[in-house]
């Protein structure tokens, strides 16, 4: 199905199930443990064994020389994989370094072997008899350090131009009336998902299925094919289940390649699963930013003048957070410049988490919109609201396809009392607390990408779909269910969904707040293919039926839609492709986010007492679903706020807090009462469900709100993440 018009009236804006607040279908296997996810696949790869990753000891350098005589004599050790013996390896697309190191070695923890033996103990015992020695390499791990050689990079499909100039930002910035020129840092930032990276692989003859935990099934197949030198034809990948990923199994990682190569080795089918420490220094990251922002406004608070530059570092050939792309697109102001800049450095490889781009991006703009409001003497709300645009800053005769920015901030701000804050800082007390009150604007672009689907129908009335896109947590599910039966107007209970399996057609996947929009429709592509297949097979006028209740109706006859499928059943497969009418209108989602804080006033801890977040993000396919996607992305803020830091030994180029002991994530006791407000929109121009995704809209803003809580509560304003107890225990104002 193509789609590049509008949409206009179609069989999802029945709402008779699309919309509703529906539990999760795939609750109760969740619930009862009857879930497999990747490693738990003991019934189809029977008598499998174990394989424990080793990985680098140093940065950057070479492996002088490998001793694995201990390790091989140790008890029930059946094979070890190292560069050496693993046969010619290519590098997957979406990989920055090689997925098994050696003799170069390219980051600390990078994978340098696989011991593979009956048993996890054992393999993992012997893996510590590994005997490695090095020859190590200056490496460059501090971005700050390397802020003047970094680079302009080459503009990619996802980051966009790297550096972009309206008007003339330095003439309108030494005219403006009122400045402000402030430099933020965002730290380094794990995953820290609950399910670690994990896969159990298994060859018959030369095909090759690898059970693992992954986002992108269609990526992931490439890169498996690629890295392994073999026809993507041979290589399944199934995801049916996905325990958190957060962008952090966006790609393959050193776990499924592997097991892959010591089930190669042993004939067997090998399960590999990382441990934390590997999870943080092997895996991806959020990378470190830099960020310099610059407004100029009128004395009235009409900006004339917007810079945002930033500098962000990865391993050589990779990309950079993106962290100025929505201040190329929120706010009004004529004269404009934007520029990341990539620094070289040889830490673990940054790439995409929840939000890239947008989360850091704000966490630097949305305090920087509230210092530049303090300057004019204006409430922060206004000051946004006043500098609202109804089309692209960039390209002004691109209009939105729907933006309700202010809506979003009017009605967040009416819902949480906000005439109520005391402007002027450090005037609120409860007690030993200080109070405070900040807000932050929310953005996120909506992507358009293609996805895929076959259904069935079968003479019990069921309709089967069948998909691989993947569930890691969000509800995919039960979305896809809600899908197929609004369209194919049959009880929720009458369908049921098979996802996450490369041998489905390939669907847009998980990430980017993309998969929600674009997964639902291309199954609705594939049920109205279906639809067109029923009314062929009963004889009916095509486009003239009614599917509801189970049955079809054409004019004065009804008939049971289980009975067009026949003793052999209808397959449709179909899939959504996009025309460009994200090119002729800016297709973003908007939001407002509000919090309260308490600071300690003789301690300087921090207690989020309660927040609020309204969103404009197109239909709510599951209002029910997409709210725990919002109040778990607020959580995730208040950790970028508040604690999470990934702390960089300089020295010797490593993420020192490599677990859940050292790398801190919000816990319940740390999370207040949350509210969700989602608007009443549809967006035509989006898809036919006229939705779009709000999975990462729900944080990005968030951790600028508590900052701008902290500041109105103490006076302090922090500009370098996270929010900590140093940061303001000498700063606070004297306690009565």
């Known amino acids: 199905m193509k789609f590049d018009t509008p949409a206009t009236t179609n069989p999802i804006d029945q709402l008779k199930v699309i919309g509703k607040p529906t539990d999760r279908i795939d609750g109760p296997v969740k619930t009862t443990g009857t879930a497999r996810y990747a490693y738990e696949r003991n019934a189809e790869a029977p008598n499998a064994v174990y394989g424990y990753v080793v990985g680098a000891g140093i940065a950057k350098g070479r492996i002088a020389s490998m ?75 501090d971005l700050s350090a390397e802020m003047g050689a970094a680079q302009l990079p080459k503009p990619n499909p996802f980051s966009g131009e790297p550096e972009t100039r309206v008007g003339d930002f330095a003439g309108a910035y030494a005219a403006a009336a009122v400045q402000l020129d402030a430099t933020y840092t965002t730290p380094d930032e794990a995953h820290a998902m609950m399910e670690p990276h994990a896969s159990v692989a298994a060859w018959k003859g030369e095909k090759l299925t690898i059970w693992t935990s992954n986002q992108m099934i269609a990526w992931g197949v490439g890169d498996v094919a690629k890295t392994l030198g073999i026809p993507k034809a041979n290589v399944r990948l199934v995801s049916a ?71 962000s570092g990865d391993l050589p050939g990779g990309q950079p957070e993106t962290a100025v792309n ?25 790439n995409a988490m929840r939000a890239p781009g947008e989360a850091p991006g ?51 701000a009416e819902r949480f009392e906000w005439s109520k804050r005391k402007a002027r800082p450090g005037q609120h007390r409860d007690g030993q607390w200080l109070l405070g009150t900040g807000v932050a604007a929310a953005f996120r672009n909506n992507l358009q990408m293609k996805s895929a689907a076959r259904v069935r129908l079968d003479n019990r009335g069921m309709v089967t779909v069948e998909t691989d896109m993947t569930d890691i947590g969000t509800g995919s599910y039960t979305i896809i269910a809600q899908t197929a039966a609004e369209t194919m107007g ?31 429709a291309g199954v609705y592509a594939a049920c109205m293919k279906l639809r067109d297949a029923v009314m062929k097979t009963l004889g009916m006028p095509p486009g003239n039926a009614e599917f509801s209740d189970g049955m079809v109706r054409a004019g004065e006859r009804v008939v049971p839609l289980a009975q067009a499928a026949g ?36 301690t300087g801890e921090v207690r989020v007492r309660r927040m609020l977040a309204v969103c404009a993000a197109g239909r709510i396919l599951n209002p029910k679903s997409a709210r725990s996607q919002v109040i778990g992305a607020m959580t995730m803020g208040v950790g970028g706020a508040l604690m999470e830091e990934l702390a960089v030994d300089k020295r010797h180029g490593f993420f020192v807090n490599h677990d859940l002991a050292g790398y801190e994530v919000p816990v319940h006791a740390d999370i ?38 902290v500041y109105n509560a103490t006076g302090i304003r922090v500009r370098s993440y996270p929010i900590t107890l140093d940061k303001l225990l000498d700063r606070l104002p004297p306690v009565a």
């Open 326 to 350: 929505q201040t190329r697109l929120l706010y009004a102001g004529a004269n404009r410049l934007t520029t990341t800049r990539l620094a070289a450095l040889d830490l673990p490889e940054g």
């Open 672 to 709: 207040p009462r949350q509210d969700v407000i989602f608007l009443d929109e549809t967006d035509p121009t989006s898809s036919p469900m006229k939705a779009k995704g709000v999975g990462e809209l729900g944080m990005c803003g968030v951790a600028a709100a508590v900052a701008n809580a």
């Open 241 to 311: 289940f996905i325990g958190g990923g957060f962008g952090g199994k966006l790609f393959v990682r050193a776990d499924a390649v592997l097991a892959a190569l010591g089930a190669r080795a042993v004939g067997r089918p090998v399960k590999v699963a990382l441990p934390r420490p590997l999870m943080i220094n092997n895996t991806t990251h959020r990378p470190a930013t830099i960020q310099r922002i610059r407004i100029g406004a009128t004395k009235d608070g009409k900006i004339t003048a917007m810079a945002h530059e930033s500098w």
């Open 67 to 141: 001793d694995l005589n201990a390790s091989r004599a140790a008890p029930g050790v059946l094979a070890i994989v190292t560069a050496r013996n693993a046969g010619k390896l290519g590098k997957g697309d979406f990989n920055t370094a090689k997925l098994l190191g050696g003799p170069e070695i390219d980051h600390y923890h990078q994978a340098l072997a696989l011991v593979v033996a009956t048993t996890f103990e054992q393999a993992r015992a012997a893996a510590r008899l590994v005997r490695i020695d090095y020859t190590r390499s200056p490496g460059r791990f």
């Open 362 to 412: 704000m966490m630097a703009l949305e305090i920087a919109m509230d210092e530049m409001a303090e300057k004019l003497g204006l409430d922060p709300v206004e000051f946004r609201v006043l500098n609202d645009t109804q089309v692209d800053p960039e390209k002004p005769e691109r209009s939105y396809s729907q933006r309700k920015l202010i809506e979003c901030l009017r009605t967040g």
């Open 567 to 602: 003793a052999n059943g209808l397959v449709a497969e179909d899939g959504i492709e996009y025309g460009d009418l994200d090119k002729k209108y800016q297709q973003s989602t908007f939001g407002a986010h509000f919090v309260e804080v308490g600071v300690d006033a003789a």
């Open 490 to 520: 049959v009880p929720l209970e009458k369908v049921l969904v098979r996802l996450g399996d490369s041998a489905f057609p390939a669907s847009a996947g998980s990430g980017g707040q993309w998969g929600a929009n674009n997964s639902t």
